[in-house]
C-alpha cells in the first residue's frame, strides 16, 4: 500500500500535498472537513461518505473529490474497503474550485474512476522519480485534476436558470473584487435579490452561504500569496485579500486552516 507525501515547499501551479493506493481505509470523522480539496476511491469492497449530511456509496471504481473544510466522515460498508486517494495544493490551488465547477463535492462514476485509479497507481508507482522533477509531477497533478472538470456534476449547473442568473455573477464579482471591501447585501443587491435569498442559493448549489464562500476565497488567495510571495508582510496581505483589520484577517484564517498566517507560510 504506497503511501507518498510531499516533502519539499509548493512552487509548483498544482501538485500533490499526498498520493496513495490500496490503502486499507479506516474510519475517519472531519468536524471541520480537511484544508485541501482531497479524492477518495475505492478500489475493493465499499464504503459510505458523509459530507454535510448527505450520504455517498462508493463501490468499486467509483470515488468522490471533496472540496476543503467541508465537515465529512467516511467509513467501511464491507468487510474489507480497500481505496485510492490524493489531496492536491500548490502556488495557485484556490483557483481548483474554478476548475470542477466550483462544486463543493464531484461524484466519479466507474468509467472515469478506472482513469484516475491508473494515473494515481502510476504516479504512486513513479514517485521517486517523479518527486525530483517538479515540473513533471505538477503536470501530473493538473493532468488528474483535469478529469474532474468533465464529471456529470460538474456539467450540471450550466444547466440552472438560477444558478446561472444570481449565484454565477456574484461568483465572477468575488473573483474580481476580492480585494474591495465586498459585503453580502452589496452582492446581492448587484443581482437585485436579499442577502438571505442569495445566501440559500448559495447553500443549495454550493453547500455553503454567500457570506462563507467570499470568505473561503480571500483565505485560499491569502494561501497563495503566503507561498508564492515571501516578500509580503501579512498586514499586506490582509489588505490585498479585503481584511481593513488584519487581527480579524489572523483570527478568520486560524479559524478555516487551523493554522495562523506565519505558520502556515512556515509549513509551506
Not at 7 to 18: A, G, I, K, L
Not at 34 to 62: A, D, M, N
Not at 205 to 219: K, P, V
Request: glycine share 6%.
Amino acid at each position: 500500500m504506497p503511501i507518498h507525501y510531499r516533502n519539499s515547499p509548493v512552487n509548483e501551479p498544482f501538485t500533490f500535498d499526498s498520493v496513495g493506493c490500496r490503502w486499507s481505509q479506516d474510519r475517519v470523522v472531519r468536524p471541520r472537513g480537511f484544508p485541501l480539496y482531497h479524492y477518495l476511491q475505492t478500489e475493493k469492497g465499499r464504503g459510505i461518505v458523509k459530507v454535510q449530511g448527505t450520504e455517498y456509496v462508493l463501490s468499486e471504481g467509483e470515488g468522490l473529490l471533496i472540496a476543503p473544510f467541508l465537515h465529512h466522515s467516511y467509513m467501511k460498508d464491507t468487510a474489507e474497503w480497500l481505496t485510492a486517494f490524493a489531496t492536491f495544493t500548490g502556488t495557485i490551488d484556490s483557483s481548483i474550485d474554478k476548475l470542477v465547477g466550483t462544486r463543493p463535492v464531484v461524484f466519479i462514476e466507474k468509467e472515469q474512476g478506472a482513469l484516475i485509479g491508473a494515473l494515481i497507481d502510476n504516479i504512486s508507482k513513479n514517485w521517486e522519480s517523479l518527486s525530483t522533477d517538479p515540473h513533471t509531477l505538477s503536470l501530473q497533478c493538473y493532468g488528474l485534476l483535469m478529469h474532474f472538470t468533465n464529471s456529470r456534476h460538474t456539467r450540471a449547473l450550466t444547466d440552472e436558470p438560477l444558478y446561472l442568473r444570481y449565484v454565477a455573477p456574484v461568483i465572477r464579482e468575488i473573483e474580481t473584487s476580492f480585494a474591495l471591501e465586498l459585503t453580502v447585501q452589496e452582492l446581492s443587491g448587484r443581482v437585485y435579490v436579499t442577502p438571505q435569498y442569495l445566501s440559500r442559493l448559495f447553500r443549495r448549489f454550493l453547500g455553503c452561504s454567500a457570506y462563507e464562500y467570499l470568505t473561503t476565497f480571500r483565505i485560499n488567495k491569502a494561501r497563495e500569496f503566503l507561498v508564492s510571495r515571501p516578500d509580503m508582510e501579512v498586514q499586506q496581505i490582509a489588505g490585498e485579500t479585503g481584511f481593513s483589520d488584519t487581527s480579524h484577517f489572523i483570527a478568520m484564517f486560524k479559524k478555516i486552516t487551523g493554522f495562523t498566517p506565519l505558520e502556515f507560510r512556515k509549513l509551506n
